[in-house]
């Protein structure tokens, strides 16, 4: 059974930092293509991030190149996102999952999605 409890999230001005976690269940974790998606308010889930089960393949949206840094850690079953430079654009439920590529991109690869984990930007 899939398990995805993600955390970290806050209110920070913007410039801040932020470090989210995503705490998996063994069944889930081992051996998968990890990511993080983003979902703003009335607007779609939105890939943000992905790392390879070692951890030597990484991809960002465009958005946050430079900003964002994907990682791992396989003996926790837990994937992290730190966030710097973060702006008001920023402000979404931030959520984890397994990924595979696509023709178009990085798509989730299950249907299950934990509750999140909320980040606010201001101005």
């Known amino acids: 059974q899939v398990q995805l409890v993600e955390s970290g999230g806050g209110l920070v001005q913007a410039g801040g930092s932020l470090r989210l976690s995503c705490a998996a269940s063994g069944s889930t974790f081992s051996g998968s293509r990890m990511g993080w998606f983003r979902q703003a308010p009335g607007k779609e889930r939105e890939f943000v991030a992905t790392?390879?089960?070692?951890?030597?393949?990484?991809y960002y949206a465009d958005f946050v190149k430079g900003r964002f840094t994907i990682s791992r850690d396989n003996a926790k079953n837990t994937v992290y996102l730190q966030m710097n430079s973060l702006n008001p654009e920023d402000t979404a439920v931030y959520y984890c999952?397994?990924?595979?590529?696509?023709?178009?991109?990085?798509?989730?690869?299950?249907?299950?999605w934990g509750q999140g984990t909320q980040v606010t930007v201001s101005s």
């Open positions: 999952n397994i990924v595979f590529s696509t023709t178009t991109g990085w798509a989730p690869a299950t249907n299950y």
């Open positions: 790392i390879s089960w070692g951890g030597d393949s990484t």
